[in-house]
């Protein structure tokens, strides 16, 4: 078993940055491949980011790239998404998730993750 905690959402403006966290316990955090998850209001969970084990490997979605930046301390048990140049449609609840093993291809379903953190909250104003 594997708990999630993420933190660090808010109300910034648009433009502005926001780094959220995301700590793990329970199994060795080092064997989880790690991602990032979005839901806004009427709409599905959507593919953020993800990171392989040892953190070698980052996979962004699109509307993210050159914006977000995944990366994990295998030490702390934690992962962080630094978001910067955030706009209003970066609006959702973030979810973090955890996979046992190595995603190659699987990585942007929701399906294809074992753990889920609780969530939180992003808005980005205009």
């Known amino acids: 078993q594997v708990q999630l905690v993420e933190s660090g959402g808010g109300l910034v403006q648009a433009g502005g940055s926001l780094r959220l966290a995301c700590a793990a316990s329970?199994?060795?955090?080092?064997?989880?491949?790690m991602g990032w998850f979005r839901q806004a209001p009427g709409k599905e969970r959507e593919f953020v980011a993800h990171?392989?084990?040892?953190?070698?490997?980052?996979n962004y979605a699109n509307f993210v790239k050159g914006r977000f930046t995944l990366s994990r301390d295998n030490a702390k048990n934690t992962v962080y998404l630094q978001m910067n140049s955030l706009k209003p449609e970066d609006t959702a609840v973030y979810y973090c998730?955890?996979?046992?093993?190595?995603?190659?291809?699987?990585?942007?379903?929701?399906?294809?993750?074992?753990?889920w953190g609780q969530g939180t909250q992003v808005t980005v104003a205009s």
């Open positions: 998730s955890a996979a046992a093993g190595t995603l190659v291809r699987t990585f942007t379903s929701p399906g294809a993750y074992d753990y």
């Open positions: 329970g199994r060795p955090f080092s064997s989880y491949a």
């Open positions: 990171i392989r084990l040892n953190g070698a490997l980052t």
